[in-house]
């Protein structure tokens, strides 16, 4: 368990270290496809996209996700869920797809999104990475690629402000 | 964000960020419908009855794909195979459907009045797919959405209505919602086919054509209602078709960059011509796949979350 970093410098340093895992870890750099869980995930995979061009000289395929229509809480939820768009720009037919969030949780949100992209088409495997894991899974769902693992008290929320760098933590209402 | 309202009952009921708020959320549905697996779980295991007391293709097959896209069951009933034809009274009808827990009824009616009257005494959602000679709201709004996809923005857009706006609950519901978000609308037709009142609904009113087709960005046709009509409100078919009906002609004094809609069934001959309906500058087909697009939004924003909303 580590301290929650909280710096851009701190944030950088983790994805860099990510982006080296999966440069050793994928082999067909031909076959892959980077999918973001909006809008946090989007962020992060976009990052990660960009440091793997470096290592790799490839503009890797980029998409994000919006899960609110695969959530399994819209009867029971006070709020509607905000419903924004997917755009997957190319097709996950027999492809590695790399899915990215910025915080694993629950992993409702993960299960939500490995829903949606099975409808999208049958990719040959999916990765799941993360930035931060703050364990309290709900579900048996686990992730190939992490940052950090962080420990939060339950009634906290944490929040990636990525493009700032910012960490911010507040109480659940 | 937070949607108030059970029932789509009228688009006079709808506040016109509400309106923007499902024009804005269509897009995300019309996607789905272009995938390859066109079905997300969102609505599962939620039951939506759709009764129609008046003949209907379009709206109901489209309500029945939007609600299967979302997962929900559908069943369908039509007039002529129900017990409505055995002497029932509709109110019995819809409390025998409401038993069978239904989250959402959609109906049809041949009379004004019958959706405002079950989203009031019923609990689950309603949503109107055209009641009478009053409103037809879904349509309105596909129709709203249609225009905004091809233009960008209905603020400042001119509208021009043609035909018999007098019966037709979709001019009704287009009126009323397009002026919400700041469209021009003018209304064409033959007198007899001008609702009384029309001078108060703030809008220009033209009992010819051609002078006002030039102006409009938009040309919205309407059919002639024969089934609703007889021969007191026009002498003939012909003679409609000469004074109103959208022909090569009329297409050409139009803008180059105006459009051509209908919201079907045409009467080919009559209220437009084959000229006008097939032409590139047509979004009618375009008016009907954005129609599941629409309802998706209004069956998950009305299904969709929950209750406690006040």
């Known amino acids: 368990m580590s301290e929650i970093p909280m710096n851009t410098n701190e944030i950088e340093a983790i994805l860099r270290e990510l982006s080296d895992k999966l440069f050793n870890a994928i082999t067909k750099w031909d076959n892959c496809g980077f999918i973001g869980i909006r809008s946090g995930g989007e962020l992060i995979a976009k990052k990660v996209v960009e440091l793997l061009r470096q290592k790799t000289g490839k503009d890797l395929p980029l998409g994000a996700l919006d899960i609110a229509l695969y959530r399994d809480d819209i009867s029971k939820r006070l709020y509607y869920p905000e419903v924004r768009s997917t755009d997957v720009p190319f ?11 910025d915080v694993l949780h629950t992993g409702r949100s993960v299960r939500a999104a490995i829903d949606h992209i099975v409808d999208l088409g049958r990719p040959e495997r999916i990765y799941l990475l993360v930035l931060f894991d703050r364990g ?6 686990q992730a190939d690629f992490v940052g950090r693992v962080i420990d939060l008290p339950e009634e906290k ?10 960490v911010l933590i507040s109480e659940v209402k | 964000m937070n949607w108030p309202h059970k029932d789509i009952v009228a688009i006079q009921d709808i506040s016109a960020e509400e309106i923007s708020t499902i024009l804005d959320m269509a897009g995300t549905f019309k ?14 295991g939620k039951t939506v009855i759709l009764l129609f007391y008046e003949a209907s293709t379009r709206t109901r097959l489209s309500f029945e794909i939007a609600a299967k896209r979302l997962s929900a069951d559908t069943v369908a009933l039509s007039a002529s195979g129900s017990s409505f034809s055995k002497g029932e009274t509709i109110m019995d009808a819809a409390q025998n459907v409401m038993a069978m827990a239904p989250d959402c009824i959609v109906i049809r009616y041949p009379y004004a009045g019958l959706p405002f ?8 959602s309603v949503l109107n797919a055209g009641d009478g000679f009053h409103e037809h709201p879904t349509q309105a709004l596909l129709d709203m959405y249609s225009m905004k996809e091809h233009f960008g923005s209905l603020k400042g857009l001119n509208v021009l209505i043609v035909g018999d706006i ?9 009126v009323i919602g397009l002026k919400k978000m700041g469209a021009n609308i003018t209304l064409s037709g033959p007198k007899t086919l001008l609702p009384p009142g029309v001078d108060t609904w703030g809008v220009k009113v033209s009992t010819e054509l051609d002078p006002v087709i030039p102006e409009a960005d938009v040309v ?43 919201p079907g069934p045409m009467n080919r001959g009559v209220e437009i011509n084959h000229d006008a309906a097939d032409c590139k500058r047509s979004i009618i087909l375009n008016q009907v796949e954005n129609g599941v697009a629409i309802r998706m ?10 209750k406690n909303v006040d």
């Open chain 1, 91 to 101: 097709s996950v037919d027999e492809k590695e797809i790399i899915l990215v969030d």
């Open chain 1, 136 to 141: 309290g899974r709900e579900l048996p769902i």
């Open chain 1, 157 to 166: 929320i944490i929040k990636i402000d990525i493009s700032k760098g910012d």
């Open chain 2, 31 to 44: 996607e789905i419908s272009k995938r390859d697996i066109k079905k997300v779980p969102t609505l599962r």
């Open chain 2, 117 to 124: 009257r079950l989203a009031k005494e019923l609990p689950c």
């Open chain 2, 166 to 174: 007098r019966h037709s609950r979709v001019a009704r519901s287009n």
């Open chain 2, 220 to 262: 919205m046709m309407l059919r002639v209602q024969k089934e609703r009509l007889n021969q007191q409100f026009f002498s003939g078919e012909r003679e409609y078709s000469l004074f109103y009906g959208l022909n090569r002609q009329r297409v050409d004094m139009m803008k180059r960059d105006a459009v051509i809609m209908h």
């Open chain 2, 297 to 306: 939004t209004l069956l998950y924003l009305c299904l969709g979350g929950g």
